[in-house]
C-alpha cells in the first residue's frame, strides 16, 4: 500500500500562489504516475497536473502556464506550484499515485482563492 499526505493549501487572494506538497510513503513502485486532481461541491474530481516517470507532465487547459507539477524522486514527494490564481481555482486538491492497476489517493487539502 502506498500512504499520501497533502500540505500547503490555504486562502490566497487572487493572483496569488500556493505552492502544494504530497508525500508517498509504503510500497512505491519506481514506474508509476502521481498527479494532482480537484474537486468542488457537486462536480467531478478533475485532473489538473500528474507527472509519470520519464515523461513530460500532463496538464489541464485550465491551468496551462500558471501551474507547475514537479517530483522529487527521492523523496518520493510530488509538488503543485500554483502561480496567478483565480477564484475558479476554489477546491479540495487531492494527490494520488497510481502504479499498473494500483491506486491510491491522500485526504485532500483545501484550497480558497479570493476575488
Known amino acids: 500500500q502506498v500512504q499520501l499526505v497533502e500540505s500547503g493549501g490555504g486562502l490566497v487572494q487572487a493572483g496569488g500562489s500556493l505552492r502544494l506538497s504530497c508525500a508517498a510513503s509504503?510500497?512505491?513502485?519506481?514506474?508509476?504516475?502521481m498527479g494532482w486532481y480537484r474537486q468542488v461541491p457537486g462536480k467531478q474530481r478533475e485532473l489538473v497536473a500528474s507527472?509519470?516517470?520519464?515523461?513530460?507532465?500532463n496538464y489541464a487547459d485550465s491551468v496551462k502556464g500558471r501551474f507547475t507539477i514537479s517530483r522529487d524522486t527521492a523523496r518520493n514527494t510530488v509538488y503543485l506550484q500554483m502561480n496567478s490564481l483565480k477564484p475558479e481555482d476554489t477546491a479540495v486538491y487531492f494527490c494520488?499515485?497510481?502504479?499498473?492497476?494500483?491506486?491510491?489517493w491522500g485526504q485532500g487539502t483545501q484550497v480558497t482563492v479570493s476575488s
Open positions: 507527472i509519470s516517470s520519464g515523461s513530460s507532465p
Open positions: 494520488r499515485y497510481t502504479s499498473g492497476t494500483y491506486n491510491s
Open positions: 509504503g510500497s512505491i513502485f519506481s514506474i508509476n504516475t
